[in-house]
């Protein structure tokens, strides 16, 4: 059974910096690709960022350019989001996604076939 667990959520003052991580489990992820996608209160799903499983392909939303870095270790089945210079604008639960072996969904979010529980992250102003 596939199952993605995020961490690294919580409360950060604007300017703050976070580091999300989400390791997934039941299966190799090393060949597909995976993302993150955030939901505020009231809101639709936004995209944030994703990363196909080779080479350096990136794609990450416009409010978070310059601010949000997405990586991945294969070996470990992880994927993160390193998060600078945070605004209350970010507040949201954050959620992880992955792909079918050999896709790569980017930004759309109906394409994914896992999810992970998602975490909570909190910026005060």
């Known amino acids: 059974q596939v199952q993605l667990v995020e961490s690294g959520g919580g409360l950060v003052q604007a300017g703050g910096s976070l580091r999300l991580s989400c390791t997934a489990s039941g299966r190799t992820f090393s060949n597909a690709g995976m993302g993150w996608f955030r939901q505020a209160p009231g809101k639709e799903r936004e995209f944030v960022a994703a990363?196909?499983?080779?080479?350096?392909?990136?794609d990450t939303t416009d409010s978070v350019k310059g601010r949000f870095t997405i990586s991945r270790d294969n070996a470990k089945n992880t994927v993160y989001l390193q998060m600078n210079d945070l605004k209350p604008e970010d507040t949201a639960v954050y959620y992880c996604?992955?792909?079918?072996?050999?896709?790569?969904?980017?930004?759309?979010?109906?394409?994914?076939?896992?999810w992970g529980q998602g975490t909570q992250v909190t910026v005060s102003s």
């Open positions: 990363m196909y499983w080779i080479g350096t392909r990136k």
């Open positions: 996604a992955a792909d079918r072996p050999t896709y790569y969904s980017g930004s759309n979010h109906q394409g994914y076939a896992y």
